[in-house]
């Protein structure tokens, strides 16, 4: 759907070429027209709305209404060839449009009677009267083949309102996507969170842990503090471990008190360890 201010809404369309109405890409254009027009609740859709740059408009004025069944209408190369003499126009709150999605809608002067000829898909040619209600959206979407919006037809200061109106609306669409991103960054259950939350779990199992260790032990092979190398019999092997590893008990820590009576400790030799369990067990 083409939605105000797109360019394309204000640029006239062309005919199609006669030989190739009954096309398939013709048809399948006017049945894509047909379900974006039910599927936004609309009871006419014109080439411009749909991005198709032909003369081609699609309506089914009474669908909407309770009891009637879908009765969808193609119109193709349609002209307006004769109009009533009386003006309408459709009570309050007026026409709204599918391609001005604002909350926007306001009374427009219309012809009360119409004469359209158009042609089908196997290019016959086609006349018929349309007056009432009919006829005013057959005269909205015969003006958006021609590079108009309803709100063209309204007074300036009508339109003016309608633009400011719609601006303002796309203003507070715009800042409220905003809002809603940042409010999903701080929700705890926020899609942020989720991130977040997936990453640290990952971090916790077992795979990347075998990864941290396998990359901590490479590291320390390329800074010498890790050797590969097998020392022989003869060679001296000496404990690498950090001391802030080693417990104490494996240290040989114990207990003495000394003459002012305050705890102090001693690291003594493993022999004098043996003396002095000699000494307190006799």
């Known amino acids: 759907m083409v939605i105000w201010p797109d360019e394309r809404l204000h640029d006239p369309v062309s005919p199609f070429p006669e030989e190739h109405l009954g096309s398939k890409l013709v048809r399948n254009t006017a049945g894509a027209m047909i379900r974006s027009m039910y599927k936004h609740y609309g009871v006419g859709l014109a080439a411009p709305q749909a991005g198709v740059p032909f003369q081609i408009f699609v309506m089914d004025a009474f669908w909407t209404q309770e009891g009637n069944k879908k009765k969808p209408r193609v119109f193709l190369n349609p002209k307006i060839t004769g109009v009533g003499e009386y003006v309408t126009e459709l009570p309050h709150p007026g026409e709204g449009c599918l391609s001005f999605p604002y909350d926007h809608r306001a009374p427009v002067q219309r012809h009360d009677r119409v004469e359209l000829e158009w042609l089908d898909f196997k290019g016959n040619t086609h006349h018929q ?54 409010m999903f960054k701080k929700m705890q259950n926020g899609p942020e969170a989720v991130v977040n939350r997936n990453k640290r779990f990952e971090a916790g199992t077992p795979q990347a842990k075998l990864r941290r260790a396998a990359k901590k032990h490479k590291e320390g092979i390329e800074n010498g503090t890790i050797t590969t190398d097998i020392p022989s019999g003869d060679s001296e092997v000496v404990d690498s471990r950090p001391s802030s590893r080693v417990s104490e008990e494996a240290r040989g820590l114990v207990q003495r008190e000394d003459a002012r009576g305050d705890s102090q400790r001693v690291q003594l030799p493993v022999s004098d360890q043996d003396q002095e369990g000699d000494e307190r067990a006799s």
């Open 129 to 182: 009267w349309f007056d009432g209600y009919e006829s005013i959206v057959i005269q909205h979407e015969f003006d958006h083949l021609l590079g108009f919006c309803y709100i063209d037809r309204l007074s300036p200061l009508k339109k003016d309102m309608a633009l400011r109106r719609a601006r303002k609306m796309r203003r507070a669409y715009r800042n409220g996507m905003r809002g809603t991103v940042k």
